[in-house]
């Protein structure tokens, strides 16, 4: 590590910079007494803030210890010799073998200090090391993208772990098996299939799409709402992949010619189980498999861990203390509205309060509220369901969505009787829900009457704090964007660089909010049929941000990016 004993002398590695013309020797000592503040090594803190270009910084570094620079650039990273070396030690050590030569590999590092790397790299594969310093910033990134490739990522997890996964599915008979599945020879497909769920697990993921290809086999995992490739098993393996999915969710596994749905249970432990969501899909080359991961934490999320502005979390808390009218909550799917009336649900969840939500179908299970699977199979759909809850004296009912007019109908009408009512629309924004509504059907004065708050919003990716850097942007970009001088000129804005603690720059996501309460204002404009323009419009001159207003803020606090900002909020 080149690090700095004496924040207050100038180290070897602050006179290179300064000779080099790249900081003056003010510069070099305030960065040194900030690293020596963070706990961060010298080069590790200066390749963070961005001041330096981290290929010089690699330079000047490998120069100081006389070591061989490499630009990693140019090299090809589908080459690099990576199975030689466990993950677990490359991820530690922030290692990258870029060549073998006989016995001899080549080690690209960040630090030449690193010891301990070429030690236990040394020693678990019998080669001399022969270390070359590289870019942190490129090795990072080019570290992430290599491994999450590679089955080896997937090869971390020991015997016991794998003994100790169990399914929730029943016993299943010897007759009950298809293509092989159960018997001695598949226990690397069981295996296997348990390593890409417990993966996906630890890394945070959403969903786990296994998809059959005609020439290939991929896993891909969704992180912060992108997808991540995973892994790519054998292309022959394909049929028994899915016989283990199909078994493990309970599925007919002789059935391949039409979409199946079902469930996983995994108990990791006495205390912890997790569910997911299995749908099939028969496509032209084989059954594509989509797993939703049901996260039961979701719905005992506080309020305050959503992203809410203060001034938006007590609209929301105020309009979910009402006895009765109508919240509503848009947005894309994907989007968080689900997690967001979870939250609202568990606020209100108390022995006093009846509550009723249906579903299609339930996510996940919260203990005192009365949930309903939707079935239309059977003629159990949202209206049907919704009219049943006002027989069975609710004080509060969730309708998953609002898709038609009997639907909306009825909840207005529950809405306006005594009832306080959640539910989701699919539209961009707050004007264009009540727009929706009014074109399904629903009178304008009832909507006015029913309606008391409106949430739109998005999932934004929110920056790595262990890694973001300060960024300068295009003035005519961020002016476009809505920012203004003063806060372009304050240079508050960072952007994702990657490390061994996120994906990519990015860690988790945030909500971006626009919640418009229903003023009697507004309500006169819904009363006279007003169009979304002039509902927005009218909205913006109350003080209701706007999804790109709200997403502003998270930027200038840091919280995503400009990247980020313009992904989400594009309409």
């Not at 803030?49 to 490998?62: E, F, R, V």
């Not at 498999?289 to 039961?296: C, G, N, S």
């Not at 829900?433 to 304008?444: A, K, V």
Request: net charge negative.
């Amino acid at each position: 590590m080149v690090d700095v004993s004496n924040p207050h002398v100038l180290s070897s590695l602050s006179k290179r910079l300064i000779r080099q013309g790249l900081m003056d020797e003010s510069e070099a000592l305030a960065a040194q007494v900030k690293a020596k503040e963070s706990n961060l090594s010298f080069s590790h803190y200066l390749n963070s803030t961005g001041h330096i270009d981290s290929d010089q910084l690699a330079s000047l570094i490998a120069e100081e210890f006389g070591l061989p620079y490499l630009d990693l650039e140019a090299m090809e990273p589908k080459l690099f010799p990576k199975k030689l070396v466990n993950e677990n030690l490359l991820r530690k050590h922030q290692a990258l073998p870029v060549f073998l030569k006989g016995n001899q590999l080549t080690l690209a590092l960040t630090t030449p200090t690193n010891l301990a790397a070429i030690d236990e790299i040394q020693f678990q594969t019998g080669l001399i090391i022969y270390p070359v310093i590289v870019s942190e910033i490129k090795l990072h990134r080019i570290l992430e993208d290599s491994l999450e490739t590679d089955i080896s990522a997937l090869g971390d997890l020991n015997d016991s772990e794998l003994e100790g996964l169990e399914t929730g599915e029943s016993q299943l008979q010897e007759e009950d098996l298809d293509d092989g599945i159960g018997g001695k020879d598949d226990a690397p497909i069981v295996k296997f299939v348990n390593k890409v769920l417990l993966d996906a697990i630890r890394r945070g993921a959403s969903d786990i799409h296994f998809e059959p290809y005609e020439h290939s086999y991929r896993v891909r995992c969704r992180i912060d709402g992108i997808l991540h490739e995973m892994t790519r098993p054998p292309l022959s393996l394909r049929g028994r992949l899915a016989a283990r999915l199909k078994v493990m969710a309970k599925l007919n596994i002789s059935e391949r010619r039409i979409p199946q749905d079902g469930g996983i249970k995994l108990k990791l432990s006495k205390t912890r189980s997790i569910d997911f969501r299995v749908n099939t899909l028969p496509t032209l080359w084989g059954e594509k498999i989509v797993l939703r991961i049901l996260d039961a934490n979701a719905a005992k999320m506080g309020i305050e861990q959503l992203g809410f502005e203060a001034d938006q979390q007590k609209l929301y808390e105020q309009a979910l203390a009402r006895p009765q009218g109508m919240i509503l909550v848009t947005g894309p799917t994907g989007s968080g509205k689900t997690v967001t009336l979870y939250t609202g649900l568990n606020l209100l969840n108390s022995p006093e309060r009846n509550i009723a939500s249906a579903e299609d179908p339930v996510e996940i299970n919260m203990e005192g509220i009365n949930q309903v699977n939707i079935n239309t199979k059977v003629g159990l759909n949202f209206a049907a369901a919704l009219r049943a809850f006002l027989r069975q004296d609710p004080d509060v009912v969730m309708v998953g969505e609002i898709r038609d007019l009997e639907t909306a109908e009825t909840a207005v009408k529950a809405a306006q009787t005594g009832h306080l009512v959640l539910s989701t629309l699919h539209t961009n924004s707050a004007a264009a829900t009540l727009n929706r509504l009014m074109n399904m059907g629903i009178p304008s004065y009832n909507l006015a009457a029913s309606v008391q708050l409106i949430i739109a919003q998005r999932l934004a990716r929110k920056l790595c704090p262990k890694c973001r850097k300060p960024t300068e942007l295009p003035k005519d970009t961020l002016l476009e964007l809505g920012f203004t001088q003063e806060q372009i000129n304050a240079k508050g804005i960072f952007d994702a660089v990657g490390c061994t603690h996120c994906t990519k720059g990015y860690k988790g996501r945030i909500g971006i909010y626009e919640v418009v309460k229903i003023t009697p204002e507004l309500a006169d404009l819904i009363m006279h049929s007003a169009s979304a323009l002039e509902i927005d419009r009218k909205a913006r001159a109350e003080g209701f941000d706007d999804l790109r207003q709200a997403g502003r803020k998270k930027v200038l606090a840091g919280l995503t990016s400009v990247d980020e900002l313009t992904r989400v909020t594009m309409e």
